[in-house]
């Protein structure tokens, strides 16, 4: 059993590196990738957990990169977290994280009619970058709204007072950095991006021309089209195919680690690339 997107406290996970693996092993899972928002911070934790319990560590991340003016999610799997290139980017997209953090807090501190929302989020995430959902929980714990749905829709969903588009590397630049650190440039849950299949088979096309040499099709929560059109784009584009959990917490009662639907035989597995 597999999951290869699931995240920890290094980056918006609830769960430190170590209670994750403890987790996806309780479940069966015998293949985890650790992809954390724009960092690999945790894989050292996950791999020594990994290695006590016989389990296959992938080194990745879940990078947010632009591509013709719109946010898209990349894992990159297989990679060399120390090479020089994929650190680089880290740097810059955590750089990145950090000012959208701070903008969020000052936007936050005015719309919610709060004070020190940054300073709080940074202490709850334990990191001076923290994501949207450490602010969520910010205003749930201030009472400001009823649940992570309300605090997004209310407020940091694109549209609303206290979201701040963020200057990330193209799908280009991220692309050549996984590739150059040995790693397979996966596009993450194509299903979220709500593109119509004229433009989802036009995204994939500037993806494989671009490097790009996987997709995930194996998701929970598919509609019956949704899993159609995926394992038929993948074919198409002749992509490996991947799939995970995109897990987060507990209390997300709907995903559990591993438990994916089947991978269509027509299609080449991401985890042959490993063998």
Known sequence: MYDFHCHSLASDGQLSPVALVELAASHGVEWLALTDHDTHAGLDEAAAACRQRGMR???????????????????????????????????AQQNARRERARLIGQRLDKAANMTGSYAKACQLANTEAPGRPWFARVLMAENRVRDMTHAFNRFLKKGQSAFVATPWASIEQGIQVIKQAGGVAVLAHPQHYSLTRTKLFRLLGDFKRLGGEGME???????????????????????????????????????????????????????????
């Not at 990078?63 to 740097?91: F, M, N, T």
């Not at 099709?217 to 002749?238: E, G, I, W």
């Open 57 to 91: 560590l992938i080194a990745g991340a879940e990078w947010s990169l632009l591509h013709d003016k719109r946010e898209y999610h990349v894992l990159g799997l297989g990679v060399d977290p120390a090479a020089q290139a994929i650190c680089q980017l880290e740097q």
């Open 217 to 275: 099709v194996a998701m929970p929560n598919l509609t019956p089209h949704q899993h159609q059109l995926l394992h038929q784009a993948c074919q198409h584009f002749d992509l490996l195919a991947s799939g995970g959990s995109d897990f987060h917490s507990p209390e997300q009662k709907w995903l559990t680690l591993g438990r994916l639907p089947a991978v269509d035989k027509a299609l080449v597995p991401i985890w042959h690339r490993w063998r």
